[in-house]
């Protein structure tokens, strides 16, 4: 199966509705396309939030790590959703984990 173009998943985003394609195109040129499977981790702890994703297909669940190890599940994700719009404005890092809770589609866009 053909990889989608990020420019193609963002038109369908809810988010990007009332941009042209010119700003569209823009932004495709810092993003990238993710497909995760159930359980695939889409964003650890220890990685820099330097991007946001959009949630084109499927469904995420979004985990604090507490300082002891432990995880709490915070918010569960889907389609027309944003994950790390507040993690990438804010300088210290967020310690996160985002899981797949099944295959699901994502555009991926770098500060």
């Not at 702890?45 to 991007?51: R, T, Y």
């Amino acid at each position: 199966m053909k990889k989608p173009e990020p420019a193609e998943l963002l038109r369908m985003h809810r988010s990007t509705r009332g941009l042209d394609d010119e700003q569209i195109r823009q932004i495709a040129e810092q993003a990238e396309v993710v497909r995760a499977e159930e359980g695939d981790v889409v964003h650890g702890p220890g990685q820099d939030a330097d991007a946001m994703m959009l949630v084109i297909a499927g469904h995420l669940s979004l985990a604090l790590v507490l300082p002891s190890g432990d995880e709490k599940d915070i918010l569960c994700f889907g389609r027309d959703d944003q994950i790390g719009l507040l993690a990438i404005v804010q300088d210290d890092p967020v310690p996160m984990r985002v899981v797949a809770l099944q295959r699901s589609l994502l555009v991926r866009i770098s500060r």
